[in-house]
């Protein structure tokens, strides 16, 4: 090695990590490929699904506020069903960003906090009670309709 003589380093060191930011670039990469898996695990949603976006760029205590609002929506409406591929997809490109599941521990208080305020908004903007088990699919269609990022986790039946 001419940088180091009389050391043997391994594996060129500037192929793995580069100089030149190319680990920013094999992130992104990585990133890449594991949300066109998510696309392919998921009835066919993918990145530029703009519901998608919208989840894939919430904060981690947002995000988690949604998911469960979203399945809570998916158990009180038989016309929707709970899009487990999309939510294991995202979560693992999340991951790679610092906002999925590995990071959620250090934020639960957040979370809990955001959930509370989450579903209370989501309560007075479709006038339905989550707790008392209201029919939710007027609210999950308002959802679709607009968008939202919840709607990206509701498959229709």
Partial sequence: DQELPGRDRGPDQRLTHGRDGSRMMTRGLMLGAALTLAACATGG????????QKLFNMS?????????IANQVAQNCARYSYDTGLD?????????????????????AGIELETDVSKRSFAVKHGVDLAAGDDLCPAGDAEVLEVSGLSALLIPA
């Fill in 60 to 68: 981690t205590p947002q995000y988690y506020a949604t998911l469960t």
């Fill in 88 to 108: 294991t997809a995202l979560n693992e490109a999340r991951n790679e960003v610092g906002r999925g599941s590995l990071s959620s521990g250090s934020q639960r």
């Fill in 45 to 52: 949603r993918n990145l530029d699904d703009p519901a998608v």
